[in-house]
């Protein structure tokens, strides 16, 4: 791409609306990956329960069974990262092409997104259940929604800490339901980037078409039930490296997204059929 040259362009720079991570602080980060590019998460198996033979000769408590447990692992897969030279000639000649910007626009309008979808796109895969149905709308909304409160209900994953994250036409449907609560009815309670408002309980985020999973109308999900991993989020800005006269910028993210097995049943993907 050229870089324009001009003897005069305006302080204000005017770049495309961004919007910050709307997964970041809604899912768990208690494992560490520190030192390892993958971690063995273990899980207990339990035992069945039996009614005491008190006239037994031997084992009124029941037949002893070995307690077992399985093994997850989780492997890191998503190291990625961006370059750019900023040319102290080009510099010269503009007012705005300046890294520190650059590295703000970069960040907002590529990075922010680009992890987001990845992380999505990781929870519809590992949703312990997954239900296909025709189109949603206002007059069935409710009733999509109602069952994957249920799912999570039915297998016991606590009521706080969940979040929905519905398309737009999700949101269009709800709003008109008297069950949903919009910004307007929640009294001006703070609220996290991207939620606009609460169904059953739990914040609802509404996520851009380019970053929802493909078919999906909506995802609930238990903050307990994955974990996203961020090993390395760092940019740097080199000055007048070899080779180069002005600043070589660069930026690497490893990272990545995982639904833990004994809490699958933790995160419900409703998708459209067909």
Known sequence: MAVNLATKYAEKIQQKFTAGSLVDGRLSNDYSFVGAKTVVV???STVPVNDYAR???ANRYGTPAEVEDTKQELTMSQDKSFTGIIDKGNTKDQTFNKAGKFLSVQISEVITPMMDKYK???LAAGAGTTKTDVAITASNVIARMSAAR???LDNRVPVTGRTWFVTTDI????????QFKNLSALGGKAMVNG???EL????VVEVPADTMPENTNFLLVHKDAACTPVKIAETKVHIDPPGISGNLVEGRYYYDCF?????KMGVYADKLSG
């Open 195 to 197: 939620q606009v408002g």
């Open 171 to 178: 949101f269009n449907a709800l709003v008109e339901t008297d």
């Open 120 to 122: 999505l796109e990781k």
């Open 55 to 57: 006239t037994a000769s």
């Open 200 to 203: 059953f309980g739990a914040p």
């Open 150 to 152: 249920k799912a999570l």
């Open 42 to 44: 273990s899980t207990i």
């Open 259 to 263: 639904v833990f097995d004994a809490k």
